[in-house]
């Protein structure tokens, strides 16, 4: 009889090869490293209250955050209430918002999920997760973006710039976006999640992009295995495995 294999752990050690304690006094540093780069994170999005920020995060979606800007200014206007998004006929909402891209999709979510905000929530918007992945259109990002600049409410945004770069960091080796969000949640401080998703952003944006990382300009590259060292990455990020197609039997 074969020996049996060892249980696997329940959590990943990384390429570092380090206990849950040591990896989460370092995602610490990288927290307070990210802190002191980036004082001024704000959402880029421009909003007033929880309604717009609603409809700019949905419209966000493949799109930069300054077309959206240019997108909602007069929309912002011309449609106060979730009755007012919920009532625009849904060509005419699309030819509105057509410069976002996906604009079918996208004023499809809008008119449903402000709809149901009417039906069901008195025309405001809701502060708990539960209430608001339960609209049409509504995902956990755009919900946990609300929360969190909307209702204060502490959460992780795991956007792409956060998946290359917890990845890159490995505070995970996870790909899919909930599996990142509850597996850096154990590492950080609560009261912090908000502002490190954006600080995670903003590093992805300005020093750490998919291509050509600037390793040497980075604050927090002495606690990333993905940085360089002498000329040599030590760690790098890989996209899931392609299923290999299968060859139809003669």
């Known amino acids: 009889m074969s020996p049996r294999r060892p249980a696997q752990p329940r959590w990943w050690p990384g390429p570092l090869k380090e206990t849950q304690e040591q990896r989460r006094d370092r995602a610490v540093k990288i927290l307070r490293a990210l802190k002191r780069r980036y004082p001024d994170a704000h959402v880029p999005l421009d909003y007033s209250n929880a309604l717009e920020l609603m409809v700019a995060t949905i419209l966000s979606a ?14 912002f206007k011309k449609y106060r209430k979730a009755a007012d998004w919920a009532a625009v006929p849904q060509k005419t909402l699309e030819s509105e918002i057509h ?12 008119r449903e999920s402000t709809a149901e905000l009417v039906e069901k929530h008195g025309g405001k918007v809701p502060g708990t997760q539960e209430e608001l992945l ?18 204060d409410t ?16 490995a505070l995970t080796n996870e790909f899919d976006p909930v ?14 999640w908000s502002d490190f998703s954006l600080w995670m952003t903003w590093h ?36 899931p495995p392609k299923p290999k197609a299968r060859r139809p039997k003669k």
């Open 62 to 75: 493949q799109c930069t955050d300054a077309r959206v800007n240019e997108v909602t200014k007069p929309l």
């Open 99 to 110: 410069a976002a891209g996906f604009f079918h999709n996208k004023a499809k979510a809008i």
């Open 134 to 151: 339960a609209l049409r259109g509504i995902g956990r990002k755009t919900a946990n973006v609300i929360l969190a600049h909307a209702f």
């Open 154 to 169: 502490q959460g992780i945004v795991v956007d792409t710039h956060y998946i290359r770069n917890a990845r890159r960091m």
């Open 179 to 192: 599996k990142i969000e509850f597996a850096t949640m154990r590492f950080l401080p609560e009261r912090y």
């Open 204 to 239: 992805g944006r300005f020093i750490c992009p998919a291509r050509k990382p600037s390793c040497g300009e980075c604050p927090v590259a002495k606690h990333c295995p993905a940085s360089e060292s002498e000329g040599k990455v030590t760690w790098r990020v890989k996209t």
